[in-house]
């Protein structure tokens, strides 16, 4: 199937490593221009020549924190300022801590909210005249799971993860007469840096190696193993795509079958 990916704009946000990079080499390949950013201008220098050498396309790298509002705008726009226009925004960020309610401080809620909610809103009011102007975009949302089932000892993601799906889907309304498709999309148990630390935190917590919290977690799952970031990557470059034109305000599981709700 042709994406019709070619020369379109996408920015991902947070794309310096786990499932932001792999979703930003996956849409160069398909023959995006792609803005990554990240905070440490070091990985993400080290990004840009990994994407580049791997995609035959320079990506353009931006030094940004996705909690600050004036680092969102200025994404934005120095992606325009080099590509013309904005056609896609992958929303990501890192996960919030973890901990059960009684752990958490009100300082824990509002950083959690800043990261993983309000960066979001932040994005999509910024890109939102590029994309009206065009009669096109494409919004995918970055979630968890936990917008299906909550997880254990996460509760701040069980809270605004499941806000990033009720804002899509709100959105979804507003933004179909000009031609925007927002979509939220939650990784399952994919092996990332965030997996792997939420595992060994599962493995101090419970006595366990982090490759027994792995094996036992693995079974979990129908096809019997963690998914693998291009894998996420690849359903990601679908719903941002023009060949995606008539789903919005959906959200769908990467999870390898792991959630059995509905």
């Not at 849409?27 to 990994?50: I, M, P, Y």
């Not at 994309?131 to 936990?146: E, H, Y």
């Not at 917590?205 to 079974?219: D, F, L």
Request: with cysteine.
């Amino acid at each position: 199937m042709d994406l019709q990916l070619k020369n379109r704009t996408a920015i991902v946000l947070a794309s310096t490593k786990g499932l932001g990079k792999a979703t930003a080499a996956c849409l160069a390949q398909e023959g995006a221009n792609v803005t990554v950013c990240g905070r440490d201008e070091e990985t993400l220098a080290a990004v840009k020549k990994e994407l580049e050498q791997a995609t035959g396309r320079a990506p353009l790298a931006i030094a940004a924190d996705v909690t600050r509002a004036e680092d969102i705008v200025k994404v934005v726009d120095e992606t325009v300022r080099q590509f013309g226009g904005v056609d896609i925004l992958i929303n990501n960020s890192g996960g919030p801590k973890p901990g059960t309610f009684d752990t958490l401080t009100d300082e824990d809620w509002v950083k959690a909210f800043e990261l993983n909610l309000l960066s979001y809103v932040r994005a999509i009011r910024a890109v939102l005249p590029h994309m009206r102007a065009n009669k096109f975009g494409r919004i995918v949302n970055f979630t968890s799971t936990s917008i299906k089932q909550p997880l254990e000892n996460l509760i701040l993601s069980n809270t605004f993860r499941t806000g990033v799906a009720g804002l899509a889907k709100s959105l979804a309304s507003e933004l179909a007469p000009d031609g925007i498709l927002i979509n939220t999309i939650g990784p399952g148990r994919i092996a990332t840096d965030r997996v792997a630390q939420l595992d060994q935190i599962s493995a101090e917590r419970t006595g366990r190696s982090a490759e027994e919290v792995k094996r036992i977690e693995s079974a979990k799952i129908p096809l019997g193993r963690y998914g693998k970031p291009e894998e996420f990557a690849r359903v990601v470059a679908f719903f941002a795509s023009p060949a995606n034109s008539y789903v919005t305000g959906q959200s769908l599981l990467v999870d390898g079958g792991l959630v059995k709700a509905l």
